[in-house]
């Protein structure tokens, strides 16, 4: 594959398969494969979002169970997301539900950190007062806690979400599904061309991404935090992740 | 009138906050709790909104068991002060003034109209009713917290060390202004510090405590600096230093306040 | 325990692979992040561009990474020279920030210090800098050691030889204690790593010790 020399070729090659209408219609049309490939991450997300948000938001709020969080962050990073695919491929068998639950258990830690993270650093002085003025706890939760631990809380998701785009490509690899589809056809027949396609699109889809994440988390930002800079918005993202 | 009858405080881990206290505060008084730290002072301010739950004994406010309210309704219906202002990094300051009154459900925009005069009552400009906390030095923040405690205009304000965070020029400052602001609202305030100056400065009755919030002394400040109770209390207030132990000397015919140092503190009016 | 024993020498040969595909580009992230790092810190204008380029490229997925570099540096993709420059780039990408983070958070007190007590812009880079700065960029090090370790692994579905192999293989063939041996020594490998990092940060900086991730 790609041999030293016509090196340039094979960009024009891939983009000229994704310009080819060709390619655009039919089963394996690349606007399926896309679609296919936002939804599955999107639903992983989802699940992810709704177990990890709560969970991580009553672990900052109590502080019971930090110690879990942290290890489960740290420990996470370590794991081949490759390794967790393949084995639940052989133990769950070809479908779509063994990538789906590799994917939401690779999604959770940083979820759950970003949340619980978030929660936590919000100003204990500030939860008093607010307590010491007669909100009720919901009040707190929804008007003080959230809003200020929302910049890093999507900082979580942010990372989950490229976390999860990048694992749904070698999803691929156990299950026919996704982008990574055009990346491993492209394998099987030597076809750089398909191969480097799948590829630009994967890496433009996860760039469109991060920079929405991006958008909404210094939107969250500037509410949580009025009037001063922007939290500089890699820090949440330091601590979890592993494409 | 505020009353603690017998209260006790254990906290899970068997560490004793308060072994065994009572007190009755009469209204429209202003009672100092004065205490170094971890004495207890602030478990007894917080059973009052019932932030913290006795482990026996009651709290009453004109009669009626604070465990027999609302803790939420309750605590709207009370001033609370806290150092720093604890007040919500994220929304402004007519906002942060006016958190209580939404909440009780009246307008936004009278909320907000309400929270500009009370803003002139604790002697802040309303061009600043726009800021954020953040953007105003710890002394406007502080007075912010105090126009927020008197929001839901409450019988009762708790003040938590509210000047422990503001250099001391600032602190003068507040507790002059708090006197004259209670000689016109005259509410029945519960002031907690560790600064026996302040609790001289503004309670008409002040109770010097020691660990496990047991009573050492109690009276007005010219009681306790006359008779201190005792060893702890003497040292506590500093009796005997230099500070405390005044003298006149006569100067070009006025009486001139000297302390132990012999350095001048003031003269005597005429 | 009984695949493991049969195929010891392939499983002791792709943690060979392993190895250097891990130690190699961890190496060049820190040789590249370091001074990039301090420009990022120092300079102002310097510091938008470097990090939201090395941000956006952390987000480009590792598969389709691999794929794009090879035919920019013209090897095949299964080549290790493609794995090393890709997690070359990952690793500079988080380095960057953290370094840039590190230098950012040596007292500008302490440089003036060093400048009045006569140090030469180099020696106070080497004396002071690069010491009060080693805390934070150990443990964004920390985070590229254990994300390295486990990013070289994708390069087995492209044919880059590596504890990856194990993945692939078992797969293909079915065989579980394939797939478990690849994922218990890719964590035992990145924990190793870790405690090597920690192990010399100790060494390097006796007066404090390393902060934790």
Redesign the interface.
């Given at each position: 594959m790609a041999p030293g020399g016509g090196d340039v070729n094979l960009f024009a090659e891939a983009i000229a398969y994704l310009l080819d209408p060709a390619s655009w219609t039919g089963a394996g049309s690349i606007g399926l494969r896309i679609l296919e490939h936002l939804a599955f991450s999107g639903a992983v997300l989802l699940v992810a979002a709704a177990i990890g948000v709560p969970a991580g938001v009553l672990i900052g709020h109590t502080g019971r169970g930090r110690g879990l969080v942290i290890a489960l962050t740290s420990g996470a990073r370590a794991i081949p997301t490759l390794g967790l695919l393949t084995i639940f491929g052989l133990l769950l068998g070809i479908g779509i539900e063994a990538p789906f639950l590799a994917l939401v258990v690779l999604a959770l830690p940083p979820v759950l950190a970003g949340a619980y993270a978030g929660v936590e650093s919000v100003d204990r002085l500030v939860i008093g007062g607010a307590r010491a003025i007669g909100m009720t706890e919901r009040q707190i939760l929804t008007g003080v806690e959230l809003p200020l631990a929302s910049p890093v809380l999507i900082g979580g998701l942010r990372s989950a979400a490229l976390q999860v785009i990048s694992t749904a490509t070698l999803a691929a690899y156990i299950s026919d599904t996704g982008l990574g589809r055009l990346i491993f056809a492209g394998l099987k027949t030597r076809d750089y061309g398909v191969m480097l396609a799948g590829s630009l699109l994967v890496a433009l889809l996860a760039l469109v991404v991060e920079l929405l994440f991006q958008a909404a988390q210094s939107a969250a930002s500037r509410r949580a935090e009025p009037i001063s800079t922007p939290r500089t918005t890699g820090r949440a993202r330091a601590s979890e992740r592993n494409p | 009138m505020i009353e603690f009858a017998s209260v006790r405080k254990e906290y899970p881990g068997g560490s004793v906050a308060v072994e065994d206290f009572s007190l009755t505060i009469p209204s429209h008084a202003v009672a100092v709790l004065v205490g170094s730290s971890g004495c207890g002072k602030t478990t007894l301010l917080r059973m009052v909104?019932r932030?913290v739950d006795p482990s026996s004994g009651t709290v009453s406010i004109d009669g009626v068991d604070v465990r027999s309210m609302d803790p939420?309704?309750?605590?709207?219906?009370?001033g609370?002060v806290?150092?720093?202002?604890?007040?919500?990094?994220?929304r402004t300051i007519a906002d942060n003034v006016a958190?209580?009154p939404v909440?009780e459900g009246r307008s936004r925009r009278q909320a907000r109209k309400d929270a500009l005069g009370l803003l002139e009552r604790v002697g802040l400009d309303t061009a600043l009713a726009d800021?954020?906390p953040?953007?105003l030095s710890g002394g406007q923040q502080q007075r912010v917290?105090v126009a927020?405690?008197l929001a839901a205009d409450p019988n009762i304000l708790?003040m938590d060390e509210p000047f422990g965070a503001v250099d001391p020029i600032v602190r003068d400052q507040l507790q002059t202004e708090m006197r004259s602001l209670q000689a016109e609202l005259g509410k029945t305030i519960v002031f907690v510090t560790h600064d026996i100056d302040e609790a001289f400065a503004l309670g008409d009755e002040v109770l010097v405590l020691r660990k496990g919030a047991e009573i050492a002394q109690r009276g007005t400040p010219a009681e306790i600096l006359a008779n201190p109770a005792d060893e702890f209390v003497a040292s506590f207030v500093g009796a005997g230093s230099a500070r405390r132990t005044l003298r006149i000397r006569e100067v070009g015919g006025r009486s001139v306040v000297v302390d132990g140092d012999d350095r001048p503190t003031g003269v005597l009016a005429r | 325990m009984n695949w493991l024993s049969q195929n010891l020498h392939i499983v002791g040969a792709l943690l060979v692979d392993h190895l250097v595909l891990s130690i190699v580009p961890i190496a060049l992230a820190i040789l590249v992040s370091v001074p990039l790092g301090w420009l990022a810190a120092r300079y102002r204008r310097a510091r938008t561009p470097l990090l939201t380029g090395t941000g956006l490229l952390y987000a480009i997925p590792s598969l389709p990474l691999f794929i794009i570099v090879a035919p920019l540096i013209g090897v095949p993709v299964r080549s290790p020279v493609t794995i090393v420059v890709a997690l070359t780039l990952y690793g500079v990408a988080l380095l960057v920030r953290g370094a840039a983070d590190a230098f950012g958070s040596v007292p500008r007190e302490t440089m003036l210090a060093a400048d009045a007590m006569g140090h030469a812009a180099w020696a106070r880079f080497w004396r002071v800098e690069l010491p009060l700065a080693g805390p934070v960029l150990l443990s964004s090090l920390r985070v590229v050691v254990v994300s390295t370790v486990s990013l070289v692994t994708v390069g087995a579905v492209v044919g880059a030889s590596s504890l990856g192999t194990l993945f692939t293989d078992g797969f293909q063939r079915g065989i579980e204690a394939s797939i478990l041996t690849g994922l218990v020594l890719t964590v035992v490998v990145a924990f190793a790593l870790d405690a090597i990092v920690v192990l010399a940060g100790r060494l390097a900086m006796p007066w404090r010790r390393a902060v934790a991730t």
């Open positions: - | 909104n932030m939420v309704k309750l605590r709207r219906s009370i609370y806290l150092q720093a202002g604890g007040l919500l990094p994220h958190t209580v909440l800021r954020y953040a953007q917290g927020r405690a708790l | -």
